[in-house]
């Protein structure tokens, strides 16, 4: 069966440390992946988008790379900040691109 | 900017009773889905919607659920004998025709079966 798994589901590190979330995806073949933002009680937000062709997309403080023979994405968010702290999700399309399926996440907590 | 928007942000209903949740789009997209995340848990798919039709629904999406887009801006979520399970937060997103892929969505409708 189809599996996204973020391995930790809570993350903490001190504020300016760079702090790095892993996905890890079985039977999926996927043209892209995505990270999504979620702070308490709101809707995700759109963070990044990385294309199977792509080994690493970057924006501002954040990075993504993905390695489709590893079948594995990292997020990594460089000098991180107390506003960094939300949960980070990772997703997928399904096989029929009529779906867009999202894993755990992964809590992550930045300390001044 | 263009944003999703949903009401109510939070209903309460008796156990048994008909549920609608309503959601607008941003105007232009064309694909359209519905999200539930019971309480400390993930963000689960229920359906999708392109050209008037479901494209996608998951386990979860029973024959207690439907989905109906009455007009050319709003797109409902019915559930129609709410269970004490049901509750959750429901998020409805959009999706534009480009090629990103990306869903925005909206801030959610809680909903609490008592």
């Known amino acids: 069966s189809q599996k996204i798994e973020q391995n930790s589901e809570a993350l903490n590190i001190q504020e300016g440390k760079t702090a790095t979330l892993t996905c890890n995806y079985t039977n999926y073949s996927p043209a892209y992946l995505q990270w999504y933002r979620q702070d308490p009680g709101r809707g995700p937000v759109f963070l990044l988008l990385?294309?199977?062709?792509?080994k690493e997309k970057r924006k501002e403080r954040l990075k993504v790379t993905f390695d489709t023979t590893l079948k594995q994405s990292l997020f990594h968010i460089t000098a991180s900040q107390p506003a960094d702290s939300a949960t980070y999700l990772c997703a997928l399309e399904n096989q029929a691109g009529t779906a867009l399926i999202f894993g755990k996440g992964t809590t992550l907590s930045v300390s001044s | 900017e263009p944003e999703v928007t949903q009401t109510p942000s939070h209903q309460v209903t008796q156990m048994g009773q008909e549920v609608i949740l309503r959601c607008v789009p941003i105007s232009n997209h064309l694909y359209f889905y519905w999200y539930r995340q019971i309480l400390g848990q993930k963000v689960e798919f229920l359906v999708s919607f392109y050209n008037n039709e479901i494209s996608e629904k998951s386990e979860i999406f029973d024959d207690q659920f439907s989905v109906e887009r009455p007009d050319g801006s709003n797109f409902t979520l019915k559930i129609r004998s709410t269970k004490l399970e049901d509750s959750a937060m429901y998020f409805c997103?959009?999706?534009?025709?480009?090629?990103?892929?990306?869903?925005?969505f909206g801030e959610g409708s809680r909903l609490t079966v008592l």
């Open positions: 997103a959009s999706r534009g025709t480009g090629d990103t892929g990306e869903l925005f």
């Open positions: 990385i294309r199977e062709n792509e």
